[in-house]
T-cell receptor, first 118, second 115 residues
Framework: AQKVTQAQTEISVVEKEDVTLDCVYE???????LFWYKQPPSGELVFLIR??????QNEISGRYSWNFQKSTSSFNFTITASQVVDSAVYFC???????????????FGQGTTLQVKP | AAGVIQSPRHLIKEKRETATLKCYPI?????VYWYQQGPGQDPQFLIS???????DKGSIPDRFSAQQFSDYHSELNMSSLELGDSALYFC??????????????FGPGTRLTVL
């Protein structure tokens, strides 16, 4: 069965600190997809990144970076020089490859609430 | 860029009443997903549609039904509402690819409160 675990329920940092959000997943499929979404206090879910299981290349986008390691089934998210606007709930999600009867629904982790203090 | 539109944004109902939530996907997106997010919880998949046909079903109560119309918008109908149905309901849309999985883009959500 698919499962996503975000062990950190809440993290509090001071502005400009670096912070890493952990995500561990379980799946039996050899092809799968990992996502990170941000949910700010306003409530919407904002797509941040998607990573395919066959692409272990890490990615950097501005202050955001993602480390995907299949050997440890982890897809961690690091924010460098955090800012108050980064305060939100961050969800890691897993989707298996599409096949008959499955359009790739997302399985979410429990979410990590990040609070960045000024 | 156009985003997913959901209406209404807020809805207050009494127990045992009926509610209808609407979702308008991003233009040219042909797949719609519905998720339910309870307070302090992660979103849970309810149901999805591709080209107006139901394509996948999750933990959706029998009291709920949904469909996708010819213009690709979707409606989630909820009957005999219970207090436990109070939640944020998200619609997401994606465009079907030949392989793999498509990125789902979420609407702002409809916050349903059942009194």
């Amino acid at each position: 069965a698919q499962k996503v675990t975000q062990a950190q329920t809440e993290i509090s940092v001071v502005e400009k600190e670096d912070v890493t959000l952990d995500c561990v997943y379980e799946t039996r499929d050899t092809t799968y997809y990992l996502f990170w979404y941000k949910q700010p206090p306003s409530g919407e879910l904002v797509f941040l990144i998607r990573r395919n299981s066959f692409d272990e290349q890490n990615e950097i986008s501005g202050r955001y970076s993602w480390n995907f390691q299949k050997s440890t089934s982890s897809f961690n998210f690091t924010i460098t020089a955090s800012q108050v606007v980064d305060s939100a709930v961050y969800f890691c999600a897993l989707s298996e490859a599409k096949r008959s009867g499955n359009t790739g629904k997302l399985i979410f982790g429990q979410g990590t609430t990040l609070q960045v203090k000024p | 860029a156009a985003g997913v539109i959901q209406s209404p944004r807020h809805l207050i109902k009494e127990k045992r009443e009926t509610a209808t939530l609407k979702c308008y996907p991003i233009p040219r997106h042909d797949t719609v997903y519905w998720y339910q997010q309870g307070p302090g919880q992660d979103p849970q998949f309810l149901i999805s549609f591709y080209e107006k046909m139901q394509s996948d079903k999750g933990s959706i109560p029998d009291r709920f039904s949904a469909q996708q119309f010819s213009d690709y918008h979707s409606e989630l109908n909820m009957s005999s509402l219970e207090l436990g149905d109070s939640a944020l309901y998200f619609c997401a849309s994606s465009i079907y690819g030949l392989a793999g999985v498509d990125t789902q883009y979420f609407g702002p959500g409809t916050r349903l409160t059942v009194l």
